[in-house]
Every structure is written in C-alpha cells, then in structure tokens.
Nanobody, 116 residues
Framework: QVQLAESGGGLVQPGGSLRLSCTAS????????MAWYRQAPGKEREFVAS????????STADSVKGRFTISRDNDKNTVYQHMNNLKPEDTAVYFC?????????WGRGTQVTVSS
C-alpha cells in the first residue's frame, strides 16, 4: 500500500524552477511534521526541508536556503517544495517522508536533473 507519492520532477536548466508535490494517505499526513529529502548519485540521502503540521515551524538546509520553499495543504494531504534558481548540484532523487523519517514510508521519489 502506497503511503506517500512524489511527483513533479524533471529536467530543468540551471537557474530554472520546479514544484514538487507529495500526496500522503490521511493516516500518515494528519498531525505529522513532513519533510523533503534528497539523494544524489553516489551520496547518502540528506535532509532538505521540513514543515510542521500547522505550517508555522519550518526548517531548511543551508544548501538550499533562500531558493527552496516548503509548504503544505492539509485539506489535500499534500506537501510541496518550490525550487527556484536550481543548480547542477541540486540534481538528485527527491523523497518526502515524515520528520523524522519513518523507514516504512520511503517511496520511489521523483528525479530532478539540473543540466544545460
């Protein structure tokens, strides 16, 4: 049973923008802090950004601060990540999960490739 499903990735040129979406089952989403993580080729998965249930508590990794914005729509059980001024080093598979992450909720992720 799929609990979380990411979408919105793709190929974009440096400086471009993308919006990622993650739709979760209600039992996972409701009341949970949510986060985005990413894993670049040959590297470990890393934290990108998190958001609390009421959206007032956010945290962002220094590497994306000022460029990425996390948000959520609790009526739609969906968390978003708006990514601006993308750089080649942002190339990775992006995953959403709770924060802290639960092993059983890791999905397939969505590939983001930043290249000219």
């Amino acid at each position: 049973q799929v609990q979380l499903a990411e979408s919105g990735g793709g190929l974009v040129q440096p400086g471009g923008s993308l919006r990622l979406s993650c739709t979760a089952s209600r039992v996972v989403f409701r009341g949970s802090n949510m986060a985005w993580y990413r894993q670049a080729p040959g590297k470990e998965r890393e934290f990108v950004a998190s958001i609390g249930w009421r959206s007032g508590d956010k945290s962002t990794a220094d590497s994306v601060k000022g460029r990425f914005t996390i948000s959520r729509d609790n009526d739609k059980n969906t968390v978003y990540q708006h990514m601006n001024n993308l750089k080649p080093e942002d190339t990775a598979v992006y995953f959403c999960n709770t924060h802290p992450p639960a092993r059983e909720f890791w999905g397939r992720g969505t590939q983001v490739t930043v290249s000219s």
